[in-house]
Protein backbone atom coordinates (compact mmCIF):
# COMPACT_ATOMS: atom_id res chain seq x y z
CA UNK A 1 0.00 0.00 0.00
CA UNK A 2 1.26 3.85 -0.39
CA UNK A 3 2.78 5.10 2.72
CA UNK A 4 4.11 8.49 3.54
CA UNK A 5 5.94 7.99 6.99
CA UNK A 6 7.23 11.28 8.98
CA UNK A 7 9.23 11.41 12.43
CA UNK A 8 5.95 10.64 14.72
CA UNK A 9 7.56 11.53 18.08
CA UNK A 10 8.13 14.88 18.89
CA UNK A 11 11.72 16.53 17.23
CA UNK A 12 13.16 18.55 20.82
CA UNK A 13 16.31 20.61 19.82
CA UNK A 14 18.47 23.72 21.25
CA UNK A 15 18.04 27.26 19.99
CA UNK A 16 20.61 27.78 17.48
CA UNK A 17 20.94 23.75 16.42
CA UNK A 18 20.22 22.82 13.26
CA UNK A 19 17.44 20.68 13.11
CA UNK A 20 16.31 17.99 10.20
CA UNK A 21 13.18 16.00 9.86
CA UNK A 22 12.79 13.26 7.47
CA UNK A 23 10.19 11.92 5.03
CA UNK A 24 9.93 8.83 3.94
CA UNK A 25 7.45 7.68 0.83
CA UNK A 26 6.52 4.40 -0.36
CA UNK A 27 4.61 2.73 -3.91
CA UNK A 28 4.75 6.33 -4.95
CA UNK A 29 6.18 8.09 -7.67
CA UNK A 30 5.57 11.73 -7.20
CA UNK A 31 6.38 14.74 -9.38
CA UNK A 32 7.03 16.96 -6.36
CA UNK A 33 7.01 17.43 -2.82
CA UNK A 34 6.27 20.03 -1.18
CA UNK A 35 6.99 21.34 3.07
CA UNK A 36 4.44 23.05 5.02
CA UNK A 37 4.09 24.31 8.37
CA UNK A 38 0.98 24.00 10.68
CA UNK A 39 0.59 26.05 13.85
CA UNK A 40 -2.23 25.03 16.19
CA UNK A 41 -5.32 25.73 15.06
CA UNK A 42 -4.55 26.58 11.44
CA UNK A 43 -4.30 25.78 8.17
CA UNK A 44 -0.91 24.46 6.50
CA UNK A 45 1.50 27.13 5.51
CA UNK A 46 3.28 26.67 1.84
CA UNK A 47 7.53 26.72 2.72
CA UNK A 48 9.07 24.87 0.21
CA UNK A 49 8.55 22.85 -3.32
CA UNK A 50 11.07 20.46 -5.28
CA UNK A 51 10.59 18.77 -7.79
CA UNK A 52 11.49 14.87 -9.13
CA UNK A 53 14.21 16.18 -10.87
CA UNK A 54 15.84 18.48 -8.05
CA UNK A 55 18.09 17.05 -5.57
CA UNK A 56 17.97 20.30 -3.64
CA UNK A 57 15.85 23.96 -2.85
CA UNK A 58 16.85 26.45 -0.37
CA UNK A 59 15.34 29.07 0.78
CA UNK A 60 17.00 31.37 3.83
CA UNK A 61 17.17 29.32 6.34
CA UNK A 62 15.64 26.36 5.07
CA UNK A 63 16.84 23.75 2.78
CA UNK A 64 15.21 20.69 1.26
CA UNK A 65 16.46 17.43 -0.54
CA UNK A 66 14.82 14.80 -2.52
CA UNK A 67 16.38 11.37 -3.22
CA UNK A 68 14.02 9.27 -5.88
CA UNK A 69 16.24 6.23 -5.20
CA UNK A 70 15.52 6.17 -1.27
CA UNK A 71 12.48 7.76 -1.54
CA UNK A 72 13.05 10.02 0.82
CA UNK A 73 13.13 13.96 1.63
CA UNK A 74 14.85 15.58 4.11
CA UNK A 75 13.91 18.80 5.96
CA UNK A 76 16.94 21.18 7.33
CA UNK A 77 16.50 24.39 9.33
CA UNK A 78 19.40 26.01 10.13
CA UNK A 79 20.04 28.47 12.98
CA UNK A 80 16.81 27.54 14.61
CA UNK A 81 14.90 29.64 16.81
CA UNK A 82 12.16 29.41 19.61
CA UNK A 83 9.71 30.68 16.57
CA UNK A 84 10.22 27.90 14.80
CA UNK A 85 8.43 25.23 16.73
CA UNK A 86 5.14 24.05 14.82
CA UNK A 87 3.95 21.06 13.17
CA UNK A 88 5.82 20.10 9.61
CA UNK A 89 3.90 18.52 7.22
CA UNK A 90 5.29 16.56 3.76
CA UNK A 91 3.13 16.30 1.18
CA UNK A 92 3.19 14.35 -2.36
CA UNK A 93 1.96 15.17 -5.76
CA UNK A 94 1.83 12.88 -8.12
CA UNK A 95 2.34 14.17 -11.92
CA UNK A 96 -0.82 14.89 -13.95
CA UNK A 97 -2.65 14.99 -10.31
CA UNK A 98 -3.39 17.95 -8.33
CA UNK A 99 -4.01 17.21 -4.51
CA UNK A 100 -1.66 16.75 -1.91
CA UNK A 101 -0.84 13.10 -0.05
CA UNK A 102 0.34 14.28 3.02
CA UNK A 103 2.27 12.76 6.20
CA UNK A 104 1.40 13.00 9.33
CA UNK A 105 3.58 15.52 9.85
CA UNK A 106 6.22 15.98 12.89
CA UNK A 107 5.92 18.24 15.31
CA UNK A 108 9.49 20.38 16.41
CA UNK A 109 9.70 21.82 19.65
CA UNK A 110 13.05 24.48 19.75
CA UNK A 111 13.69 25.82 23.50
CA UNK A 112 15.77 28.34 24.37
CA UNK B 1 -5.27 40.97 0.29
CA UNK B 2 -7.51 38.43 1.74
CA UNK B 3 -6.57 34.93 2.44
CA UNK B 4 -9.07 31.69 2.31
CA UNK B 5 -11.15 32.11 4.56
CA UNK B 6 -14.01 29.65 6.22
CA UNK B 7 -16.76 29.61 7.91
CA UNK B 8 -18.02 28.83 10.59
CA UNK B 9 -14.86 28.85 12.67
CA UNK B 10 -16.74 26.32 14.55
CA UNK B 11 -19.82 23.59 14.58
CA UNK B 12 -20.87 21.50 16.96
CA UNK B 13 -23.74 19.56 15.58
CA UNK B 14 -26.07 16.39 16.96
CA UNK B 15 -25.58 12.99 15.17
CA UNK B 16 -28.12 12.50 12.31
CA UNK B 17 -28.16 15.92 11.11
CA UNK B 18 -27.14 18.17 8.31
CA UNK B 19 -24.03 20.65 7.83
CA UNK B 20 -22.76 22.72 5.72
CA UNK B 21 -19.55 24.38 5.60
CA UNK B 22 -18.06 27.33 3.75
CA UNK B 23 -15.07 28.49 2.03
CA UNK B 24 -13.73 31.61 0.38
CA UNK B 25 -10.87 31.24 -2.11
CA UNK B 26 -8.18 33.78 -2.91
CA UNK B 27 -10.21 35.79 -5.60
CA UNK B 28 -9.28 34.78 -9.37
CA UNK B 29 -7.81 31.32 -7.72
CA UNK B 30 -9.48 28.98 -10.26
CA UNK B 31 -8.75 25.39 -8.53
CA UNK B 32 -10.62 24.67 -5.17
CA UNK B 33 -9.39 21.82 -2.63
CA UNK B 34 -11.38 20.60 0.78
CA UNK B 35 -9.02 18.31 3.38
CA UNK B 36 -10.23 16.79 6.42
CA UNK B 37 -8.10 16.46 9.60
CA UNK B 38 -8.27 14.21 12.32
CA UNK B 39 -6.32 15.17 15.58
CA UNK B 40 -2.89 14.04 15.05
CA UNK B 41 -2.89 13.50 11.12
CA UNK B 42 -1.92 15.10 8.18
CA UNK B 43 -5.19 16.63 6.22
CA UNK B 44 -6.65 14.06 4.01
CA UNK B 45 -7.94 14.93 0.64
CA UNK B 46 -11.60 15.20 -0.02
CA UNK B 47 -12.16 16.76 -3.58
CA UNK B 48 -10.62 19.18 -5.82
CA UNK B 49 -12.71 21.69 -8.04
CA UNK B 50 -11.34 23.37 -10.94
CA UNK B 51 -13.59 25.90 -11.88
CA UNK B 52 -16.90 25.01 -11.10
CA UNK B 53 -16.69 21.53 -11.81
CA UNK B 54 -14.93 19.04 -9.44
CA UNK B 55 -12.12 17.23 -11.40
CA UNK B 56 -11.32 14.80 -8.31
CA UNK B 57 -13.84 13.53 -5.83
CA UNK B 58 -12.21 10.66 -5.06
CA UNK B 59 -10.97 11.40 -1.61
CA UNK B 60 -15.11 12.09 -0.19
CA UNK B 61 -16.08 8.70 2.00
CA UNK B 62 -19.19 8.28 1.06
CA UNK B 63 -22.42 9.60 -0.58
CA UNK B 64 -23.65 11.67 2.46
CA UNK B 65 -20.60 13.97 1.77
CA UNK B 66 -21.16 16.45 -1.75
CA UNK B 67 -19.49 19.57 -2.07
CA UNK B 68 -20.49 22.54 -4.64
CA UNK B 69 -18.84 25.42 -6.34
CA UNK B 70 -21.65 26.79 -8.61
CA UNK B 71 -19.98 30.09 -9.62
CA UNK B 72 -16.16 29.19 -9.39
CA UNK B 73 -15.55 30.96 -6.40
CA UNK B 74 -17.13 29.77 -3.08
CA UNK B 75 -17.32 26.68 -2.43
CA UNK B 76 -19.99 24.84 0.14
CA UNK B 77 -19.30 21.64 1.72
CA UNK B 78 -22.53 19.65 2.58
CA UNK B 79 -22.84 17.01 5.19
CA UNK B 80 -25.36 14.83 5.24
CA UNK B 81 -26.65 12.42 8.68
CA UNK B 82 -23.52 13.48 10.23
CA UNK B 83 -22.00 10.51 12.24
CA UNK B 84 -19.67 11.09 15.07
CA UNK B 85 -16.83 9.61 13.25
CA UNK B 86 -17.26 12.69 11.24
CA UNK B 87 -15.84 15.34 13.88
CA UNK B 88 -12.77 16.64 12.62
CA UNK B 89 -11.49 20.09 11.05
CA UNK B 90 -12.21 20.18 7.30
CA UNK B 91 -9.53 22.64 5.65
CA UNK B 92 -10.21 24.71 2.14
CA UNK B 93 -7.69 25.46 0.13
CA UNK B 94 -7.13 26.89 -3.19
CA UNK B 95 -4.22 27.67 -5.78
CA UNK B 96 -3.90 29.64 -8.79
CA UNK B 97 -3.25 27.15 -11.89
CA UNK B 98 -1.92 29.42 -14.20
CA UNK B 99 -0.08 27.18 -16.73
CA UNK B 100 2.45 25.61 -14.79
CA UNK B 101 2.55 22.23 -12.88
CA UNK B 102 3.43 24.83 -9.11
CA UNK B 103 0.76 24.33 -6.98
CA UNK B 104 1.37 26.14 -3.77
CA UNK B 105 -1.90 25.57 -1.97
CA UNK B 106 -3.13 28.50 0.53
CA UNK B 107 -5.21 27.58 3.65
CA UNK B 108 -7.85 28.59 5.08
CA UNK B 109 -8.19 28.42 8.91
CA UNK B 110 -10.42 25.76 8.68
CA UNK B 111 -13.96 24.61 10.51
CA UNK B 112 -13.61 22.00 13.45
CA UNK B 113 -16.82 19.98 13.47
CA UNK B 114 -18.26 18.23 16.35
CA UNK B 115 -20.76 15.72 16.19
CA UNK B 116 -22.15 14.84 19.33
Given at each position: ???????????????????????????????????????????????????????E???????????????????H????????????L??????????????????????? | ???????????????????????????????????R???????????????????D?????????????P??????????????????????????????????????????????
Open positions: SQKIEQNSEALNIQEGKTATLTCNYTNYSPAYLQWYRQDPGRGPVFLLLIRENEKKRKERLKVTFDTTLKQSLFITASQPADSATYCALVRGGYNKLIFGAGTRLAVHP | GAGVSQTPSNKVTEKGKYVELRCDPISGHTALYWYQSLGQGPEFLIYFQGTGAADSGLPNDRFFAVREGSVSTLKIQRTERGDSAVYLCASSSIAGTDYNEQFFGPGTRLTVL
